[in-house]
Each structure stands twice: as C-alpha cells, then as structure tokens.
C-alpha cells in the first residue's frame, strides 16, 4: 500500500518537494517508461508544517491563500510530475487548455470523513486534515459521492460503495468496477452553461519511439512544468500531477483550479482509465474545477491543438 500525501496547492505550482503521510491506498507508480523516477513531487507538502485555515473561530477562510491552497485534495504519494527522457520522447503537438460545454456544480458533504477516508467533514465544505488545519469553504476533499446504487450522472452505470466501503464506486454499462471517488458519481446541484475555464499555461505532447505506445504531456508557465498527464502504453493508465490555474468569463474574472492528481486524471486502482492525453485532445475530460468562494464544478477540459 502506498501512503497518502496531502496535496498543497501552491506547492504543486512551484514544484517544491513533498511530504510523505501515514495514509495510504494501492497505486501504481506512475514513473515514466524509459525516463529516471522523478523530481520531487508537485503534489503538495505536509499541511502541519504549512497550516492552511486557522482553527480559530470563526475559521480564517483566506488562511489558505484563497482561491489556489484550497485545491487542495488529498493524494496517493505517487501524484509527481517526473521529467521527460529526451532519449526516449519526441515532442510532437501542443496547445492550450479550456472547458467547453456545460458545468455542473457539485455538492459537498457536511460530516464524516474525507476523500480516502483522510480527515474531516463540516459545513460549507470545511475539511479539517489529521493535524487540526481547517481548510475551505468547498474544500474539494469533502466533495459528496453517490454509493446507495443510483445510476450515475447521466443516467449511466451505477454508484455503490467499494468493498473497503469507500464511496462513489462507478460500475459501467458494461458491468465493470471502476474505481471509488468516480466523477460519474458526484452528487451534483444545478446546471448551467454559463462557466467557460481558460489556462495560459502552454501544453507540449511528447510520444515514446520505443513502441511502447506511451505519452507524456506537460504544462509550462514560465517554462516550468506545473502540470503534467503520462500515459504508459503497456498498462493503458494515466497518472496526473500538478496543477492548472486559470480564469472564468465573468467580469472581473474569478479564478480556479483544476488539479491533475484527482481520480478523474489519475489511476488509483481498478478498471485502467486509459489514454487521457488522447481524450482530451479529442471530445475532453470531464474533471473538477474549483474555486474557494463560489465552490467546485464538473467540466469538460479540452486541449485545442495547435496547428
């Protein structure tokens, strides 16, 4: 069992090292096929040494240097952005990221434990971590998951619980476990279409030449990596890391975050979620974007290629 990280966001900007916690759940190891086992991860530090919220009362809601520390989601150790073997893959599209579509607002929980069963649950979507910080509102650790055997979000699949009794467990049509903390699970509030995310960070697609079919794709602000997806062709899994900022449409514009160590961009466990990196250059990913004051949605995030 690999142990549990608690992800700093403002780290996972900064490419800082990380921190190790006593948590832990089963997850591959993600390092890059024919690459070295990485940099230090940007996955985010030890919420003890960096408090976040206050738990004095009323909470500091700023505390956790709003909206961008309050990304943060709990972690397998393995969320890492790993450099790139120049010997082994060839840079070949980029672009730019951005959702499309419609958004979906999404429901937080108000007690019990957190994502993987790490810290707790208050109202408005407080979550307090094993070292009393407090962090929120609409912590993203504390986002509600379905597992009473409802069809999941569009009518499709199912949602239960997983054996270990984590929720939102997403069965697929085709009768298929995929993993707990699915995003088809989500317990959702209302619609609209009216949330248009963009990112400046730039993307850079590089595939392996060693037949092996994997991917990596990067993020770069200011040339350094603040996000990263790697696809390895042998498994057909997808690990993410690291983190997108970017703005909305309204005005002024509002900013979120969009963090690749969530279940929806990174393999834990269960059925192999496959090449991401070709999906979102294609119709899009659905993942959660968040932002402190106005709380977390599903969206679809797609990379238009750069011609």
Known sequence: MARLRLATALLAVLALAACKDSDSITSPSGNLPGGTTGLPGTSGGDTTSTPGDTTSNPVDTTGAGDPVNNGTWTTPDTVTIEPVDPGVYQPTDGGTAGTSGSSTALVFKTSGTGLYGVGTCGPNGFWTDPAGNVFGPNNPNCLDYGSDGSPGNG?????ISSPGGEPGLWVNPGGQDTHPF???CLQTGPTTTALALSFAPQAQIFDANDGSGSRAMNF????????QLRYDGLTNTTVGAGMLIGSDNASPANTWTIFFGQPSLSYTTGLANGDLINDMTGAGVEVVACNTAIGCSLVTLQLTVTP
């Open 155 to 159: 009518g499709k699949g199912q949602c």
């Open 182 to 184: 699915h995003s088809k």
């Open 220 to 227: 770069y602000s200011s040339g350094v990596v603040v996000a």
